[in-house]
């Protein structure tokens, strides 16, 4: 079945140690999305792609980058991890912007040692 | 964004109809409604969206008032597997969800 993957679906980095998440699609959608789910939180947008086009959120904080080297992939990179970045991050996709359905993963949730 | 108000937990039984229902008074002429639930340990799942007329598909259906002020998510016959937080979404053609708090919906065996 087509679909969203999130690897890992665990991951543990040392606090300041800088940490990557990764996401891979069989949808071929343009648009891919990067949610950060705070415990007992609703998810919160942090930025998006649409094809190559990048768009942050304005209170995305900095620390927070994304990569998207070709349609499949989508990376999230967290420079300087803090202990409030401890999260589920979702990664989604949609075929189009605006009134689609989005597509979720099952999400990597990041504990910081 | 325009605001949606949701009760914050709700129970039923299962087998039986659940009628979820959605508060979103300051919605404007072009907001999509959308629903969304989050099975535990999962990534939200897309349910429904519709503008103004009622809309089904396999999931659920989607009962819109006549002033678009509310809507009611229906799941026909609740199973256990229909556990989850349901989000009720504004969205006006942009690319942005903005996930309120949901219902947390348990379901009675």
């Known amino acids: 079945d087509a679909m969203v993957i999130q690897n890992p679906r665990y991951q543990v980095t040392q606090f300041g140690k800088p940490v990557t998440l990764s996401c891979s699609q069989t949808l071929n959608h343009n648009v891919m999305y990067w949610y950060q789910q705070k415990s007992s939180q609703a998810p919160k947008l942090l930025f998006h792609?649409?094809?190559?086009?990048?768009?942050n959120e304005a209170d995305t904080p900095d620390n927070f980058q994304s990569r998207r080297p070709n349609t499949s992939f989508c990376f999230l990179d967290i420079r300087s991890p803090g202990l409030g970045d401890a999260a589920m991050y979702l990664c989604?996709?949609?075929?189009?912007?605006?009134?689609?359905?989005?597509?979720f993963g099952d999400g990597t949730r990041l504990s910081i040692l | 964004d325009a605001k949606t108000t949701q009760p914050n937990s709700m129970e039923s039984n299962e087998e039986e109809p659940v009628h979820l229902p959605c508060n979103h008074s300051?919605?404007?002429?072009?907001?999509?409604i959308h629903w969304y639930r989050q099975l535990p340990s999962q990534g939200p799942e897309y349910v429904i969206h519709?503008?103004?007329s009622n809309v089904n598909n396999r999931m659920a259906s989607l009962a819109i008032a006549e002033d678009r002020k509310s809507s009611t998510l229906i799941l026909h016959r609740a199973t256990l597997r229909d556990a989850a937080v349901y989000y009720c979404?504004?969205?006006?053609?942009?690319?942005?969800?903005?996930f309120g708090t949901g219902t947390r919906l348990t379901i009675i065996p």
């Open positions: 300051t919605i404007s002429g072009t907001d999509y």
């Open positions: 519709g503008l103004t």
């Open positions: 792609y649409y094809d190559k086009d990048f768009n």
């Open positions: 979404i504004l969205n006006f053609g942009n690319e942005k969800l903005t």
């Open positions: 989604a996709t949609s075929l189009y912007p605006g009134n689609q359905p989005q597509h």
